[in-house]
């Protein structure tokens, strides 16, 4: 009897985040990520570098609003809340880390986080700074939001977001 009604409890936990998974990740985990987000940020603005003469010069051409807010952070490895077990999970599933999975670089805010090591050309800062762009048109939390959206319903390459950068990171690629 025991058995049946824990079997059954597992059985109705698993059927509410297949039918809820949505509102969980709303509810449960966007807010912790983009409070992490707005840690990270801070934390790069404090510690990262401004851009020189030429990476201002290509933030100027992609109008970008603030320029001289950007701040570059070399790290051994572009930060990931791996201490939070639910974003983490999550991040597993999204492909954002895990065996194998190298993230170069990613933009909080004004902060853009690239793994030392990176070839930060031309191309792939105009790619980061049409991040940088998309976050002054709205917000960090926006962007968050409909990043994660955009993942679950399209996949990174295809994601509206990422095409964008994509686009005009094709601009620059031999520049």
Not at 139 to 161: K, M
Request: proline share 3%; charged share 20%; with cysteine.
């Amino acid at each position: 009897m025991r058995i049946s009604i824990w079997i059954s409890a597992v059985l109705l936990c698993l059927a509410s985040v297949a039918v809820f998974h949505q509102q969980i990740i709303s509810w449960v985990v966007l807010p912790q990520y983009i409070a992490w987000a707005h840690e990270t940020e801070a934390l790069g603005l404090q510690t990262g570098q401004a851009l020189d003469e030429t990476q201002l010069s290509l933030a100027k051409t992609l109008e970008i609003k603030a320029p001289e807010k950007i701040r570059i952070v070399y790290v051994a490895e572009v930060p990931f809340p791996r201490d939070n077990f639910i974003l983490k999970k999550v991040g597993e599933a999204f492909g954002f880390i895990g065996d194998g999975v190298v993230n170069n670089a990613q933009v909080f805010g004004y902060s853009i986080y690239v793994r030392q090591g990176y070839a930060l050309t031309t191309a792939n800062l105009a790619h980061e700074l049409v991040h940088v762009r998309q976050i002054e048109r709205s917000s960090l939390d926006r962007i968050v939001t409909q990043h994660f959206s955009d993942l679950a319903q399209y996949g990174y390459e295809n994601s509206p977001l990422e095409k964008e950068a994509f686009a005009t990171e094709a601009l620059y690629i031999h520049k």
